[in-house]
């Protein structure tokens, strides 16, 4: 069963699963998860946690033998295996613990991000259908003012979509910011109705980006977020070089996309893509392809190319500007 965060408490309530799978690329999300899994699972007798890294070589034998051993405090017992990427190695390991699995034991496993044909992997499947999978990846752009109503909602705050829309300016991004300062405003502010000067006056900025999510805000064709994400990335020191280049390499797929969708349905060219797409980001490429031309895309090539040979050959600190013009080739 495949669960958002903020679901899982609710269902470990109702029952707790023989196994938890937490992928994703949001450090707060994962730790909270783990945290309510814990707490949920100690008040069922669930004494002892054991932990284990299944990066580079890992002990296997130990981890077989927490499997078949007694727990030194009771009868029951959480094992916890982390892993930083996917491996022949770990992956088929997790295979041969899989039949292993018994009420007595729940099995708890983390790790970033999988992609689609991650999650469509042996090991996987198998041991989702015995528990659940917890999605801990960022909340994107259109589920983020939702994100932000449940945590004002949990912590008895109340507020109008205004204030809404200028926490999610403010946070998106950094949610472990955004939770600090949430519980900053339940302190000043406990079970109130939030007015925007309240918010205005207690809240500090702390937004972060990644260049993909400006990338993919150019895509789309949000020109005011993709500048005011380019301004954050700038601020941060992020190099223009990368900047260009990642925009550059993206330009170049979407035009032979485009050159190919003449001759093949754009569907199916998105399907068949390596490594597989996430059907958000085939909605992104998709939209963009619908909104944008074969000359305007070839426009939008040359201009990035043009733009890495000036920084990289002159240092020029104009093209931060020549960028920001960019954005609007993209609506």
């Given at each position: ?18 196994c938890?799978l937490?992928f ?10 783990k ?7 100690k ?22 033998s ?14 916890e295996?982390s892993?930083?990427?996917?491996t ?19 099995l ?9 044909q991650?999650?469509g992997?042996?090991w996987?499947?198998?041991l ?27 912590l008895?705050?109340?507020?109008d ?26 302190l ?5 109705h ?6 205005e006056?207690?809240?500090t900025?702390?937004?972060?980006f ?10 789309e ?10 301004k ?18 993206e ?17 199916q ?14 909605k ?10 074969t000359?305007q895309?070839?426009?939008?090539v ?10 990289k ?6 093209q931060?500007?020549k ?9």
């Amino acid at each position: 069963m495949r669960i958002y965060p903020e679901q899982l408490l609710q269902h470990l309530k109702q029952q707790i699963p023989s196994c938890s799978l937490i992928f994703g690329d949001e450090a707060l999300l994962c730790l909270e998860a783990k945290d309510q899994i814990h707490q949920v699972a100690k008040a069922q007798g669930y004494l002892e946690k054991m932990s284990f890294s299944l990066d580079g070589k890992f002990p296997s034998d130990q981890i077989f033998s927490e499997f078949t051993s007694l727990s030194l405090f009771s009868d029951k017992k959480i094992i916890e295996l982390s892993l930083t990427k996917t491996t022949k190695e770990n992956t088929a390991f997790i295979r041969e613990i899989t039949p292993l699995l018994n009420p007595d034991i729940l099995l708890v496993i983390d790790g970033p991000r999988l992609n689609t044909q991650q999650m469509g992997s042996v090991w996987f499947k198998t041991l989702e259908q015995q528990g659940i999978y917890i999605n801990t990846n960022l909340p994107p752009a259109s589920r983020f003012p939702q994100w932000v109503f449940q945590r004002l909602k949990a912590l008895d705050l109340h507020a109008d979509k205004d204030i809404i829309d200028y926490l999610c300016l403010h946070f998106e991004g950094n949610l472990l910011a955004a939770k600090q300062e949430f519980e900053k405003l339940a302190l000043l502010y406990p079970k109130q109705h939030l007015t925007l000067q309240q918010v205005e006056q207690s809240i500090t900025t702390h937004n972060h980006f990644s260049l993909f999510q400006w990338v993919d805000s150019l895509l789309e064709g949000q020109q005011a977020r993709s500048v005011r994400i380019l301004k954050q990335l700038k601020a941060e020191g992020t190099e223009l070089l990368l900047l260009t280049a990642t925009l550059g390499n993206e330009l170049q797929k979407l035009l032979k996309l485009n050159y190919q969708s003449k001759h093949t349905p754009l569907n199916q060219l998105l399907n068949q893509q390596k490594p597989k797409l996430w059907p958000a980001k085939q909605k992104i490429i998709g939209d963009a392809l619908q909104r944008l031309d074969t000359q305007q895309l070839e426009k939008l090539v040359i201009d990035c190319a043009g733009m890495e040979i000036a920084i990289k050959s002159e240092n020029d600190m104009d093209q931060w500007l020549k960028l920001e013009a960019l954005t609007a080739s993209f609506l």
